[in-house]
């Protein structure tokens, strides 16, 4: 079948639904002596069923493999999504009186995102694929500095690695996933022993990685092309974060 016609401004497939779900977390300090500690913390996964709708265009199919658009439907359904649990080794190293220097190892369970199906009833009482997504674990790699200048002002620095999700196979314009490499900078000023201003700056520099839609071998990708057409090209983005805060102690 060749590509069905689309209008411009066409909504082709837009899903929302909200959910409520438990999830745990266990954490600990231990303190070596008194200029080096190390922390473990662990995140459970939350796994959630999100109650909503559908939204998407649908074709009327002629047997010789052209198409004619219909109206967008409405559809109620369901999709249930897990948020991976996390976990991280980190520590504290008190070099002198003013350096210290802070080490962080972070892992997701990323797997657990492998696919996107929707529950929707009207259509089928098998659940309809979305997106597969076969997402990995990643690790986060964070090293980091802190100066104490005096006794009111604290300066801060450190660069973190982020490993993507996704391996170059699976890379899709949905979520274009890729390497990270994180900058930052800040600095805390006490400005009465109750009252601290902390602000922090960060730059995050994204790698260049390819992406290819339609990806081989995935059945659903194939399907969405014939409405999106196919893609070939690279991803990358730079972002800044800047963020401040007052924190007051009673």
Do not use: C
Request: net charge negative; charged share 20%; aromatic share 12%.
């Amino acid at each position: 079948m060749g590509k069905l016609p689309v209008n411009e401004g066409t909504t082709l497939k837009y899903m929302e639904g909200d959910d409520r779900a438990w999830g745990w977390q266990l954490g600990a300090v231990y303190d070596i002596n008194d200029k080096h500690r190390v922390g473990f913390n662990y995140r459970s996964e939350v796994n959630l069923t999100l109650d909503g709708h559908a939204e998407g265009l649908t074709y009327n199919i002629n047997p010789n493999g052209s198409g004619s658009p219909l109206s967008n439907t409405h559809y109620a359904g369901s999709m249930d999504l897990t948020l991976p649990a996390t976990a991280e080794l980190s520590s504290l190293h008190q070099l002198t009186e003013q350096w210290a220097v802070h080490t962080s190892i972070n892992w997701t369970e990323w797997s657990s995102f492998d696919k996107l199906e929707a529950d929707i009833p009207s259509l089928s009482s098998d659940p309809q694929m979305v997106k597969v997504e076969n997402w990995e674990d990643n690790y986060r790699f964070a090293i980091g500095t802190t100066y104490q200048w005096d006794q009111q002002l604290t300066l801060r620095s450190g660069i973190a690695y982020d490993t993507s999700a996704v391996s170059d196979q699976n890379r899709t314009l949905t979520i274009p996933e890729t390497d990270r490499t994180w900058l930052s900078m800040g600095a805390g000023y006490e400005m009465t022993p109750q009252l601290t201003l902390d602000a922090a700056f960060t730059y995050v520099f994204a790698k260049d990685a390819s992406v290819k839609e339609p990806r081989d071998g995935i059945t659903s990708d194939k399907d969405g092309s014939d409405f999106g057409g196919d893609f070939e090209g690279e991803t990358t983005g730079n972002v800044w974060l800047v963020g401040v805060q007052a924190s007051y102690r009673f």
